[in-house]
């Protein structure tokens, strides 16, 4: 009754229902599997802890939003060069870190040792994962706009940053269970482990090609 009150006043706030209309729309593209889920599996089998991995992603859809709110992606969008150069970018950072997960493979036990300060090192490459993703940008370029409205009490910024709040939320409970989920199921079968994560770095590596290809023929 209170979130109604908040989204659905008859100023126009936000309506409930283009809300949840959007969260759906969220999740479906969430819990599609991509390079997020592909490092969310890698850092379940490595680390003790899937949160700074998670975290670093949330990250990036946070400053992708802020992107979007802000009207800079739009710009990005419209310049073939600056695009082109992102997407460059974001592939070569996603091919780093595939070839690095299939030559270094790990299973559960393998990070009995792990260190602290590694936590700083797994956000940083969950931040670059979804920050340098080009298609987040586009996708968020594409979705979010459609669920506002422009006569609404809210400026059109703050609603964008409202429903990036609730994709995140979408992300964070999407990529925390990818991640804990491939822990506790490959904890006693190590060598499924190590196929897994090689999986996952072919993914990073299958998908960071395909953008390329797709920009080189663009």
Request: glycine share 10%; proline share 5%.
């Amino acid at each position: 009754m209170l979130l109604g009150s908040v989204f659905a006043k008859e100023d126009k706030v936000m309506a409930v229902g283009t809300v949840a209309a959007f969260w759906a729309v969220s999740l479906l593209f969430v819990v599609t599997p991509g390079a997020d889920w592909a490092y969310a599996i890698a850092a379940g089998l490595r680390h003790r802890t899937v949160l700074p991995a998670v975290g670093g992603m949330l990250a990036g859809h946070l400053a992708a939003t802020a992107v979007v709110a802000a009207g800079v992606a739009a710009l990005v969008a419209r310049s073939p060069l600056v695009m082109a150069a992102l997407t460059v970018v974001g592939s070569v950072y996603l091919v780093w870190l595939g070839i690095g997960t299939l030559a270094r493979p790990a299973a559960p036990e393998a990070d009995a040792q792990q260190a602290a300060g590694s936590w700083v090192r797994q956000t940083a490459r969950g931040a670059g994962v979804s920050g340098l993703n080009p298609k987040v940008f586009l996708l968020f370029l594409a979705l979010l706009p459609q669920f506002t409205d422009p006569a609404a009490a809210w400026p059109v910024a703050v609603q964008i940053t409202v429903l990036g709040l609730v994709h995140v939320v979408n992300c964070a409970v999407v990529y925390t269970g990818v991640g804990v989920g491939a822990r506790l199921v490959l904890r006693a079968r190590p060598a499924a482990a190590r196929t897994v994560a090689r999986a996952s770095g072919a993914a990073m590596v299958g998908i960071a090609t395909f953008l390329l290809v797709e920009q080189l023929v663009a």
